[in-house]
C-alpha cells in the first residue's frame, strides 16, 4: 500500500460517498485508475464495506452502554448467535480480563437495558456501564499505519 492508497481510504472513511472524479482530483490520478485502486482494497479486504453514519439518539435510542459478560467457553456459540438476532447489539467482542465479552449496545431506555441484562445474565455475570458522552468518537484507521505506536505519540 503507498500514500495514494492511504489518502483514497483517508477520503472514503470521511466520506464514502465522495466521487471518483473527487478523488482522483486530490490524488492527481484518472478516475478509472482510482477505480482500479479502490477494487484492489476490496479484493483484499482492506476495504470492508460502505456505511452511513447514524445518529442513535436522533433514532430514539438515547441510552448506549458496555456490558460485560461472562461466558462459559461451551455457550459461547450460542451466545453469539443470540446477539447477532439482537438489533439493539451494536458490537460484540470477545475480550481479555475478568469477562469474556464486551457488548455495546443501544437502547430507548433504561428499562429496556434491565431487560435486555436479564436476559443476558442467564449466560453469566455482567458488569454494566452507561455512557454519558463520547469526546472522541469512533474513526477511522487512516492516521494508523505500520509502525506507528502510542509511545511515539508521547516521545517516550
Known amino acids: 500500500m503507498d500514500e495514494i492508497d492511504k489518502k483514497i481510504l483517508q477520503m472514503l472513511q470521511e466520506n464514502a ?12 490520478l484518472s478516475s478509472p ?13 482492506i476495504i470492508t464495506g460502505y456505511h ?6 436522533k433514532l430514539g435510542y438515547h441510552i448506549t452502554a458496555y456490558v460485560n459478560l461472562d461466558v462459559l467457553p461451551g455457550e459461547k456459540l450460542g451466545f453469539y ?30 428499562m429496556e437495558l434491565d431487560a435486555f441484562i ?13 455512557v ?8 477511522g484507521a487512516d492516521g494508523m499505519e505500520a509502525g506507528d505506536s502510542f509511545l511515539q505519540s508521547i516521545n517516550y
Not at 485508475?33 to 479486504?45: F, N, Q
Not at 452511513?52 to 439518539?57: F, G
Not at 436479564?118 to 452507561?130: A, C, L
Not at 454519558?132 to 474513526?139: E, N
Open 52 to 57: 452511513a453514519a447514524v445518529d442513535p439518539v
Open 118 to 130: 436479564g436476559e443476558v445474565q442467564k449466560y453469566g455475570k455482567t458488569n454494566t456501564q452507561i
Open 17 to 28: 460517498r465522495y466521487s471518483l472524479k473527487k478523488i482522483a482530483e486530490s490524488t492527481f
Open 81 to 110: 448467535e443470540r446477539m447477532a438476532e439482537i438489533p439493539n447489539v451494536l458490537e460484540c467482542s470477545c475480550v481479555t480480563g475478568d469477562y469474556s465479552m464486551l457488548l455495546k449496545v443501544a437502547f430507548r431506555s433504561t
Open 132 to 139: 454519558l458522552s463520547t469526546p472522541v468518537g469512533p474513526r
Open 33 to 45: 485508475a482510482v477505480s482500479s485502486r479502490i477494487g484492489k482494497l476490496e479484493r483484499e479486504d
